[in-house]
């Protein structure tokens, strides 16, 4: 009995101690969102802002690398005029804007 007693008063200081077992998971945790999560939404947040840009005539260059004038923009795609006709991708395919029309 009496060393039933003792085992409960352990369990009550050891309570800090849990605090201070989940301390570096918490500080890993805080890295990998400051070095990997934020600067990927903040990427993520960029490229949104490049389609919803996309204007008639804006040189693009795809993520697949095709270089292109934007003739159309539509809901979901955008139809590019490429040297050899035209093209109709997707707009989150769209890698970035070389010059805005």
Do not use: W
Not at 38 to 60: A, T, W
Not at 78 to 89: A, F, H, N, T
């Amino acid at each position: 009995m009496h060393n039933l007693i003792a085992m409960v008063g352990q369990q009550g200081q050891g309570g800090g101690n849990i605090l201070l077992s989940l301390l570096p998971l918490i500080i890993l945790f805080a890295v990998m969102y400051f070095l990997i999560i934020g600067p990927q939404r903040r990427q993520q947040k960029e490229h949104e802002k490049v389609i919803s840009s996309l204007s008639k005539n804006d040189v693009i260059i795809t993520t697949g690398g095709l270089h292109g004038t934007v003739i159309n923009v539509k809901d979901k795609t955008v139809v590019i005029r490429v040297e050899e006709g035209k093209i109709e991708v997707d707009k989150t395919c769209v890698g970035r804007i070389t010059k805005k029309g």
